[in-house]
């Protein structure tokens, strides 16, 4: 196999593995329309009698020419009274005030409905992200995650603000103009309506074929922006690696997916819109003929004539408009379908029904006979029965893959263990309410996350309350008030990039101040001190001394640096305990996995 077809058939799985993602989180747009529109349900009755308004003081004015023809003009022909003439004029400019001012407010009031609407369908999906455990944010990654707040929720915008109109406009304007046919003569409206047939056909065959179209649309779309957003967001790796060709190639790949989707949506349009105004100009000219020949044998009115002419051009215009309402629509029923199947989705670690109040935990951390698996039939975690008295440091290692991070995971409830229970206290984490497991139980990992907003605005992630007293109290204590102080502006110095602007280990230390000022009972630290040189791991050693007093903790650690600073070291290995104790009982055994894991360090560092 070539390396080009390796590369094609690399970038179909992974395309065919985003598309799977986002069919899975799909469905249920009718319901959850339904919801948002229930407040405004009459409200939107109100709209409905606008648009009914609006249309007939626009359906009237084709009438009223007729009536201005035949009722109006002869009478200026026999005795010059124009009287009937101008009241005729008279309605139909009260007719034209009538419709704009109804168009006038049916735009304000459907703005504002249609604006309360998306900042609620925003509120939700960002509400509902948050609830999501990191189960599901492994899968749906950050690019999706972007596209339903941004180009989905600009669908269903553009469908509130158009196509509620244009639908409620066309389907008036469609019986209304056709019944006036009717009305105005029988046999001339029959020959009119004749077209009615091949528009049913054309119409239902688009409607048909645009709901294939746009649904792709959509996916290919959802496609560029999770590359974008990756590629963009791993811009160090992919420099670092030189992976910009490949990026690029993945890139032209998706972005020529969708130029596609795209034209195909268009082709459809080509055909559709040319084929209404076909239909129509025959109609048209066929009704001329017919009508001609009815007025020249006195059977209708030359303002009969002049008002088919005029109904039939209105007819026609929403027919000629109506791929724009399914293209509006199709995209919009896209975009709620993904919305929805989002909002659907129940947490991986649900609010308990019956919470119980934990209050001020003490600290003490059990395992009890704990399974865990992220996917089925993959064991990470056999039979862990571990407990961790309140105030004691432990220190976790083992080799890559032995269920060490997966320990923290479980402790601050990211996931659920697939059997036995984790106990704070002993209380079972899933008895407890975030706001009291998250309280009393915070991890500190070594990406060391950084928001936008200042340093002080950073440590008091985990207290907004806190004063700024409180905030440098907190660094002094760690040693990192006298970097930040030197910073262009202090703690009020913008954090830009994730903090990128800072070192590891300053980021380190903001991460350690930000949880020694939330104050928990338990503190995890996940390889919070594997990405620091040499210095920066001695300053973040002097502060991890002050962070975990009087707590309990436990620490995942490669370097048995950090180990040595525990009370009890436990090493892990394919999801099991091997061996337990104090750090320098394991080290001085002269066997084991800890004593040839502190021998290598030694060697290290000799």
């Not at 929805?340 to 019956?354: N, Q, Y």
Request: charged fraction near 20%.
């Amino acid at each position: 196999m070539t390396t080009s077809e390796w590369r094609g058939i690399a970038k179909t799985d992974e395309d065919e593995h985003v598309l799977e993602i986002e069919r899975r989180f799909t469905g249920g747009s009718g319901e959850l329309l339904r919801e948002l529109l229930a407040p405004y349900k009459w409200a939107i009755w109100g709209l409905v009698g606008i648009v009914l308004v609006e249309n007939a003081a626009r359906l009237s004015i084709p009438y009223l020419v007729k009536e201005g023809i035949d009722t109006g003009i002869p009478p200026i022909r026999a005795d010059n009274d124009l009287g009937p003439l101008v009241t005729i004029v008279a309605i139909v400019l009260l007719a034209t005030l009538t419709q704009a001012i109804t168009r006038n407010l049916f735009l304000v009031r459907s703005g504002r409905i249609g604006q309360d609407v998306l900042s609620e369908v925003r509120r939700r999906v960002f509400r509902h992200f948050q609830k999501l455990s990191p189960a599901f944010h492994d899968d749906y990654t950050s690019g999706r995650v972007i596209s339903r707040q941004t180009s989905d929720v600009d669908a269903i915008y553009e469908m509130l603000e158009t196509g509620f109109d244009g639908l409620v406009t066309a389907a008036l304007t469609l019986v209304g103009t056709a019944g006036l046919l009717l009305f105005l003569d029988v046999k001339l409206g029959l020959v009119a309506l004749v077209c009615g047939p091949f528009l049913f056909w054309i119409t239902n065959w688009f409607r048909r074929e645009s709901a294939k179209s746009y649904r792709v649309t959509r996916e290919k779309v959802a496609l560029v922006i999770v590359h974008f957003v990756e590629s963009m967001g791993g811009m160090r790796a992919v420099q670092a690696f030189r992976r910009e060709p490949r990026n690029q190639e993945i890139f032209d790949d998706v972005n020529d997916q969708y130029r596609v989707a795209n034209l195909n949506a268009f082709r459809l349009i080509v055909w559709f819109m040319p084929g209404i105004r076909l239909i129509g100009n025959v109609t048209i000219a066929v009704v001329l003929l017919y009508g001609a020949y009815l007025a020249f044998h006195g059977e209708v009115t030359v303002g009969v004539l002049a008002a088919f002419l005029l109904y039939l051009r209105q007819f026609f215009e929403p027919m000629m408009e109506i791929s724009q309402f399914y293209n509006t629509f199709q995209s919009a029923s896209a975009a709620l379908d993904k919305l929805a199947g989002v909002l659907r989705e129940e947490p991986g670690v649900p609010e308990p029904e019956r919470p119980v109040r934990l209050g001020q935990a003490r600290g003490d951390l059990r395992f009890d006979a704990v399974d865990f698996e992220y996917a089925e039939g993959r064991p990470v975690i056999v039979g862990l029965d571990l407990e961790v008295p309140a105030g004691q440091t432990l220190a976790v290692v083992g080799t890559t893959g032995a269920g060490k991070t997966t320990i923290a995971k479980l402790a601050t409830r990211f996931y659920d263990p697939t059997a036995g229970a984790v106990r704070l206290d002993g209380l079972d984490l899933r008895e407890l309410t975030s706001d009291d497991l998250r309280r009393n139980v915070v991890m500190v990992t070594q990406e060391n996350y950084l928001f936008s907003g200042t340093i002080a605005d950073n440590i008091r992630f985990g207290r907004p309350d806190a004063s700024m007293a409180e905030v440098e109290a907190a660094t002094r204590a760690l040693g990192a008030h006298d970097f930040i102080a030197a910073l262009p502006d202090g703690y009020a110095t913008k954090v830009a990039n994730q903090g990128g602007r800072l070192s590891a280990g300053q980021r380190q230390l903001v991460a350690f101040a930000r949880a020694f000022l939330a104050d928990p009972a338990v503190l995890i630290l996940d390889e919070a001190t594997s990405s620091l040189d040499v210095p920066s791991e001695r300053l973040v050693q002097q502060a991890l001394q002050t962070v975990l007093a009087g707590r309990t903790a436990v620490i995942i650690a490669h370097r048995l640096s950090t180990v040595e600073i525990a009370d009890r070291v436990i090493v892990m290995e394919h999801g099991r305990i091997v061996e337990d104790g104090a750090p320098a009982d394991l080290a001085a055994a002269g066997e084991g996995r800890f004593s040839d894991l502190h021998e290598a360090w030694l060697d290290s560092l000799a």
